[in-house]
Nanobody, 126 residues
Framework: QVQLVESGGGLVQAGGSLRLSCAASGDSFSRYAMGWFRQAPGKEREIVAAISRSGGSTYYADSVKGRFTISRDNTKMTVFLQMNSLKPEDTAVYYC???????????????????WGQGTQVTVSS
């Protein structure tokens, strides 16, 4: 089992940048594919980006391609989400999640993720 804690959220103006971090503890971090999700008020939770165990494969939602970058440092047991050119529609609570079953590649489906952090608020003002 792995415990996840997100940080790095905040208030930023449109066009600005934020870097989210998700620190893991407990189990061996490199055994988990990881994902970032977000949920805006009144909307369903959606995937933002995902990364494989080794970091060699990534996935991005169309809405963030070219603006967001997911990465991981297995030695530090941390996954990152670099968010550039932020838009007001990026406003949401951002969650990281761990997928213990995916051995190769990534999962873009929420149901495949087993462990979740508590979330961090990102607010983008216009």
């Amino acid at each position: 089992q792995v415990q996840l804690v997100e940080s790095g959220g905040g208030l930023v103006q449109a066009g600005g940048s934020l870097r989210l971090s998700c620190a893991a503890s407990g189990d061996s971090f490199s055994r988990y594919a990881m994902g970032w999700f977000r949920q805006a008020p009144g909307k369903e939770r959606e995937i933002v980006a995902a990364i494989s165990r080794s970091g060699g494969s990534t996935y991005y939602a169309d809405s963030v391609k070219g603006r967001f970058t997911i990465s991981r440092d297995n030695t530090k047991m941390t996954v990152f989400l670099q968010m550039n050119s932020l838009k007001p529609e990026d406003t949401a609570v951002y969650y990281c999640a761990a997928d213990r079953r995916r051995q190769n590649g990534v999962d873009a489906t929420i149901a495949e993720y087993d462990y979740w952090g508590q979330g961090t608020q990102v607010t983008v003002s216009s």
